[in-house]
């Protein structure tokens, strides 16, 4: 009996040796339709770095058209070594944890993951563009992304303590097979430096669950800012991520900006659905004019993306001041928000077309705008200082027409203040690259203000704030004021009266028509 005991006692310790070491990556790998990172080596313990093996796990996949999942029980550490893991297959992460442990790493400019088409890119010809253009004399195959780019034109020249030279001018659309044409062509194009053309992939790629948190960096760096990317980044057009759940944690007194945990770049057609970001801390730097700025951290981020959508997106804390705006994006043509909370919305360099934000709460840093096309406001609640706020750092210009649609507005997350409904500021003497406009119309259908909390001297809500200067029609580079603004059922807590601008020549120009007794 003894004898038995020890060879099973033996028998038990040799199998549980062999199942505690990594699976030995090997010629034969599985060849179901679905691989996990445990078969080429992932322990999930939260000790072992499993990003190697996520890596192979990825290039099994993408070779032999499988979909990946995970161990939804795993914790996978993400390690420091500079690796990308390629996805271009279903990836399912299910119940799984991450942890990303960015306070020593090889690269800090390095993509944990990229979603990435396996179709190649195609040689494009584009002599001209005009804006506006709805249709190309070109025969594709499928239907394609494509950038155009014009590197003697500079546009969205920034001004302040951000200032730059601008951006070579560009565009992104979407060109189909038959010729047209997805996404408003923003300028003329008289000589195109660069035209390339992504296809679109027919079918949808689904990036699924996957619980992340991310020990924040610890960088120090007194000028200038230091991105970082150990994130996921998209840049196949037709993908959804659905359920993705991000977060921070191990903030210091140090840190440097991330460019958005979920980089959406140069594509189209993509959705986040039902993810939870983080905010980040708040850090400062000295900027191009040579005075301290705040450095702008994103956890969601999107550039040049076409049809760009976020639905049931949320996060806590949206009037926490010490976190930074969740999202940045630049050069997006139709952004669309619907059922979100969120402590801002933002589009820096741009959105044409539909901007659209419905059924959303945004926090204290609010709803901000630059660009053309409708703007759409509906069912929403928002918090920012201002209803819609249009960055004076890129001329505050909305070159189209803003439609406000059954909403409230808690002005400076009821902090005190008098409130303006419209904040911009351009006073004519700057070229920011474009001609700038204040929305040409503005229709308000349902909007409650909860201005309750104000100064002693308050009278009563601004439209508009004082955009600087006198009438603009001698400016160096004139501001082109609104035409007509059109007011039914809106109502303020305080009982006050609308006011349209405390700059007199705006108030006398612009035409303002109220519906009811708002007035």
């Known amino acids: 009996m003894n004898v038995l005991r020890h060879i099973l006692l033996l028998t038990f310790v040799c199998v549980s040796t062999f199942l505690s070491f990594p699976t030995q990556v090997n010629d034969a790998a599985p060849d179901a339709g679905v691989v996990a990172y445990e078969d080429f080596g992932a322990v999930g313990d939260g000790v072992h770095d499993d990003l ?59 993509t944990l993951f990229e979603v990435r088409s396996r179709l190649r890119p195609e040689e494009l010809t584009i002599q001209k563009l005009k804006r506006d253009q709805k249709h190309l004399d070109l025969a594709i195959d499928t239907d394609c992304y494509v ?52 296809p679109i992939d027919q079918a949808r790629l689904f990036l699924r669950g996957g ?29 959804e991520v659905d359920g993705i759940v991000h977060h921070v944690v191990g903030e210091t007194a140090t840190g440097h900006p991330y460019s958005g945990f979920i980089n959406v770049k140069e594509c189209a057609n993509v959705t986040l659905r039902n993810c939870f970001a983080t905010a980040h801390k708040t ?21 040049g993306v076409v049809n760009f959508t976020m639905i049931n997106c949320r996060m806590e ?52 705008a630059i660009g053309r096309g409708l703007l759409t406001v ?17 001329g505050s210009t909305w070159n189209g027409d803003i439609i406000i649609r059954d909403c409230q507005w808690i002005p400076n997350s009821g902090k005190k203040c008098d409130p303006h409904l419209f904040n911009l500021r351009n006073d004519g003497t700057h070229d920011f690259g474009y001609r700038c406009f ?10 409650h203000v909860d201005d309750s909390n104000h ?21 160096a580079f004139p501001y082109a004021w609104c035409q007509s603004i059109k007011i039914e059922n809106l109502t303020a807590t305080s009982g006050k009266p609308i006011r349209i601008s405390p700059n007199p020549h705006l108030a006398e120009s612009v035409e303002v028509t109220f519906i009811d007794a708002a007035k």
Not at 149 to 159: A, E, G, V
């Open 52 to 110: 190697p093996a996520i890596v192979r796990t990825h290039e099994h996949a993408n070779a032999n058209d499988m979909a990946v999942a995970s161990n939804p029980n795993a914790t996978y550490h993400l390690g420091r070594t500079a690796l990308t893991a390629v996805i271009m297959t279903d990836t399912d992460w299910s119940t799984s944890r991450f942890i990303i442990d960015d306070t020593d790493v090889d690269d800090h400019k390095r």
């Open 147 to 198: 950038t155009v780019t014009n590197q003697n034109i500079k546009r969205y020249i920034r001004r302040g303590n951000n200032q730059n030279s601008g951006t070579s001018q560009r565009d992104s659309f979407i060109l189909h097979r038959d010729g047209r044409i997805t996404g408003d062509i923003d300028w003329d194009y008289d000589k195109i430096d660069r035209a390339a053309a992504f």
């Open 211 to 239: 619980i992340f948190t991310t020990t924040a960096n610890r960088m120090k760096q007194d000028v200038g800012y230091n991105y970082w990317q150990r994130n996921i980044l998209i840049t196949r057009s037709n993908t």
């Open 283 to 303: 850090y400062r730097t000295i900027g191009a004019a040579g005075k301290p700025v705040s450095m702008g951290s994103y956890d969601y981020s999107a550039n």
């Open 317 to 368: 804390n949206i009037t926490d001041r010490s976190r930074w705006g969740v999202i940045g994006t630049n050069f997006c043509k139709n952004i669309v928000l619907e059922n979100c909370v969120l402590n801002r919305m933002d589009t820096h360099m741009g959105v044409s077309g539909r901007y659209e934000i419905r059924g959303c709460t945004l926090g204290y840093m609010g709803l901000n």
């Open 378 to 394: 509906e069912n929403s609640t928002l918090h920012g200082r201002s209803l819609i706020n249009f960055r004076d750092d890129y």
């Open 438 to 447: 204040m929305p040409h119309t503005i229709k308000i259908n349902g909007l």
């Open 455 to 475: 100064s002693d001297a308050y009278e009563g809500i601004y439209l508009f704030s004082d955009p600087g200067g006198n009438s603009q029609s001698n400016a």
